[in-house]
């Protein structure tokens, strides 16, 4: 088993009545659905209000949701931070900025406090129930948020922070620059019993020049004149042959060795191609390379490039890599796939999560927009087998850092039925609240009561939540008619 970091406390946690109680559906911020879709299926992610990063005034609670295609609000499923009892979640610092389903488990990235000062930086994982079944984390090794990966044997590869002071006068010519702050990722993987079984250094294996120097005040949460983020480690993935797929913000994309650690390629934001023979990938501030086999059993990649100051529009570009006959790998891009919006996104984050059959998701991360605007578009979902691209939107400060569509499960929604003027859903949990929902998309909540059954002093429109693991599963609107 892995180091569990007091998991009965925690648990008890999870269970108390405090954190029920915080647990609110107006509490989270709603997603608009741009136009129609038909597509029943359901798309996990994490939403965070950027302005905490800012030091502003927290308007929703972060949070990590389960919607739906066809119906994003309210939310299939949702989930505070499971650690916080606080009774207004609004203000909680805890962000959690990554969930996937991997190996038929649910696993999010969070912070859960140790009974002193600092907290531990943890990835949790949840079985189908959404009960929380195990937690990651190293005493003494922080880790950090952006990716990680649960192979099928229960390894858990992941970046680790560390920090040093370096004199940067050799690469920058500048005197002030003699001591900085230097913050960089390790590539790590534990196995089951929290053993490490590989450890990858790209300050060491690559060079301090690898960096491309511009990037050094590119916007990012730890960036500064103070503290230089020299790799910013964004994407870890298995490529199909067990080797590992990387992606420094700062530095490139690339290939290296599950065995050695050797780069097996590599492309940087100054070069762009691996060797003569390839082809250019015109990456700027880039995230979430990933490798997919299509229908017909071909292996391509895709890397979305968020655009910096210099390249400002935000693309993804899916290529292949393979090698000649002196095993020199050749790069070839296929294809560029541009947004609908034309946004330029240089803040960072989003990611592209494309499947066998063409369908993609197109999350935009941050971007830089019109401050004026209510909503700002949050991602696309294109379905092949309609050719329809959807949009979805957000309030303007809320962003995801990935969304993912659940190709595997998702959790099960309560469903209302009216008997005879009292509202009653079919669930047998015994948590539930109800809501009433109003203007425009519903997006206004107002709790209304609790209990097995409700009977609403109004008509409209209401839904109820019941306890679904570490969070709340939500019914889809129900239109209440006294008649």
């Not at 993804?316 to 020199?328: A, I, W």
């Not at 092949?384 to 979805?392: A, S």
């Given at each position: 088993m892995r180091l569990f970091l007091k998991i009965i406390f925690f648990l008890l946690i999870l269970d108390s009545v405090d954190v029920a109680l915080g647990q609110e559906l107006n509490k989270i911020c709603p997603i608009s659905l741009k136009k129609g879709t038909g597509d029943s299926s359901s798309f996990l992610l994490t939403i965070a209000d950027y302005n905490y990063f800012r030091g502003l005034t927290v308007k929703y609670a972060p949070s990590i949701e389960v919607i739906d295609a066809d119906q994003p609000w309210p939310p299939r499923w949702f989930g505070l931070h499971p650690c916080d009892t606080?009774?207004?979640?609004?203000t909680s610092d805890r962000i959690m900025l990554n969930a996937s389903i991997q190996n038929d488990k649910l696993l999010f990235f969070t912070v859960i406090p140790n009974g002193g000062r600092a907290n531990n930086l943890a990835i949790l994982i949840c079985n189908k129930n959404m009960e929380v079944v195990d937690t990651f984390y190293r005493s003494n090794r922080e880790i950090d948020s952006h990716d990680f990966k649960l192979s099928a044997n229960d390894d858990m590869m992941y970046f680790a922070g560390h920090d040093t002071i370096m004199d940067l006068r050799r690469i920058s010519n500048d005197a002030a620059d003699s001591v900085v702050k230097l913050i960089y990722e390790t590539i790590e993987i534990s196995d089951a019993k929290g053993k490490s079984t590989f450890s990858w250094n790209p300050l060491v294996q690559m060079g301090f020049h690898a960096v491309y120097l511009p990037y050094r005040h590119a916007p990012g949460v730890m960036s500064g004149n103070s503290t230089?983020?020299?790799?910013?480690?964004?994407?870890?993935?298995?490529?199909?042959?067990?080797?590992?797929?990387?992606?420094?913000?700062?530095?490139?994309?690339?290939?290296?060795?599950?065995?050695?650690?050797?780069?097996?390629?590599?492309i940087d934001r100054i070069k762009q191609k691996a060797n003569s023979q390839s082809d250019v990938i015109p990456i700027y501030l880039q995230h979430d390379l990933q490798v997919v086999k299509d229908a017909q059993g071909n292996i391509f990649y895709t890397i979305l490039s968020n655009g910096d100051d210099q390249h400002q529009q935000c693309e993804?570009?899916?290529?292949?890599?393979?090698?000649?006959?002196?095993?020199?790998p050749v790069i070839k891009l296929i294809k560029k796939i541009a947004p609908i919006e034309k946004i330029s996104n240089t803040g960072g984050g989003g990611n592209f999560d494309i499947e066998a059959d063409g369908n993609y998701i197109f999350n935009y991360g941050l971007y830089k927009q019109d401050t004026t605007l209510k909503e700002r578009i949050l991602m696309e979902y294109k379905n092949?087998?309609?050719?329809?691209?959807?949009?979805?939107?957000i309030a303007p400060s809320i962003f995801s850092y990935r969304i993912h569509k659940m190709?595997?499960?998702?959790?099960?929604?309560?469903?209302?039925?009216?008997?005879?003027g009292a509202l009653i859903s079919d669930s047998k949990a015994p948590a539930q609240k109800w809501y009433r929902l109003s203007g425009t998309?519903?997006?206004?909540?107002?709790?209304a009561g609790k209990g097995d059954t409700f009977t609403p002093k109004e008509e409209g429109y209401?839904?109820?939540?019941?306890?679904?693991?570490?969070?709340?599963?939500?019914?889809?609107?129900?239109?209440f008619d006294k008649k």
């Open positions: 606080a009774s207004d979640l609004t230089f983020e020299w790799s910013h480690g964004n994407s870890l993935q298995y490529d199909y042959d067990g080797n590992i797929l990387y992606s420094f913000k700062h530095i490139g994309i690339g290939k290296i060795s599950r065995t050695d650690g050797h780069v097996m390629w590599h993804v570009y899916q290529f292949t890599v393979n090698y000649d006959k002196k095993g020199t092949e087998k309609n050719n329809t691209r959807t949009e979805y939107a190709t595997e499960w998702s959790p099960s929604r309560p469903v209302i039925s009216n008997k005879n998309d519903l997006h206004t909540v107002n709790y209401y839904c109820v939540s019941v306890k679904s693991g570490f969070g709340w599963a939500v019914s889809r609107p129900f239109k």
